[in-house]
């Protein structure tokens, strides 16, 4: 699926999450990624709403989506193959990132929630390039589908350690919602 091209922009100011949510959704079940691919802007902007309806249940939407929430919408498009999504928080600059590296090399999206003083926004990490070519270590070129403009940009995994992102709305992670106990894609 080329995200990048269908340019799959958040409806509102507070659906960020379910718009990463709805984008990770796509990529790992096909059977969601074809309602996408139909009728891409309408069926987008009003799937963006019922998930955000049916993750923030007590959590006030106008605060945006939360972690849990974020892992249990993805979650529902890998749980018949065995793979839960759970969220954990980032470690600061002694985070080596490995099971966000892996997880996308093998092929499972991963959401990270990003702000400058507090968590303010979701981007999702849709590719890492460890091609010879690429760099080594914090050098690796990461992909980011960012839903404010629907585009997917650059990172690297330096910038994501040392919480100096650009590009992708607020310079420092504050979580990632990943697969764990997964099998290979």
Known sequence: MKI????LRQRDSTTCGPSVAVVAGALLDPAYRARLTDSPSSWFDDEQSRVHAEVNRVWPRMLGTTPMGIARAVTTRTEMRGVRYRWRLFRGRRDRLTDVLDAVSEGWPVAMLVGRFI????VLIVDVDRSPRAGRGLELPLRCYEPTSGEVRPADVAAVRESRLTG?????????VLPSGRPSR
């Open 4 to 7: 990048a091209r269908m340019r």
């Open 119 to 122: 968590p303010r926004h979701w």
């Open 168 to 176: 992708l709305g607020y310079p420092r992670p504050f979580a990632f």
